[in-house]
């Protein structure tokens, strides 16, 4: 069983900066692309930001210049760095990973999705 948590949204201020965290946890083998997604009330979700396993990036056009993706594969772990926040960036915030895990005599990946945290910019 694997799971993704995700810590660190809150209350803050435009302006203000914010650290997300996702760990993964369980029976794990390997991962491979980690992503932040974000959804905005009455909105489809949105890709934000991602990172693949040899650490290439991509943002949103919204993210670039004030958010940076990271992670810790010792720890299984992706971090989303929040500057320059604006009431816009307001959304509960997800993440994603493909996590290759056991089975049977082999492996299998698929896409895990944590709960999601809150992020919320006021004006």
């Known amino acids: 069983q694997v799971q993704l948590v995700e810590s660190g949204g809150g209350l803050v201020q435009a302006g203000g900066s914010l650290r997300l965290s996702c760990a993964a946890s369980?029976?794990?083998?390997?991962?491979?692309?980690m992503d932040w997604y974000r959804q905005a009330p009455g909105k489809q979700r949105e890709l934000v930001a991602g990172i693949t396993s040899g650490d290439s990036t991509n943002y949103a056009d919204s993210a670039k210049g004030r958010f940076t993706i990271s992670r810790d594969n010792a720890k299984n772990t992706v971090y989303l760095q929040m500057n320059s926040l604006k009431p816009e960036d307001t959304a509960v915030y997800y993440c994603?990973?493909?996590?290759?895990?056991?089975?049977?005599?082999?492996?299998?990946?698929?896409?895990?999705w944590g709960q999601g945290t809150q992020v919320t910019v006021s004006s």
């Open positions: 369980g029976s794990i083998l390997s991962i491979n692309a």
């Open positions: 994603k990973a493909a996590i290759r895990t056991p089975a049977g005599l082999g492996y299998r990946t698929r896409e895990y």
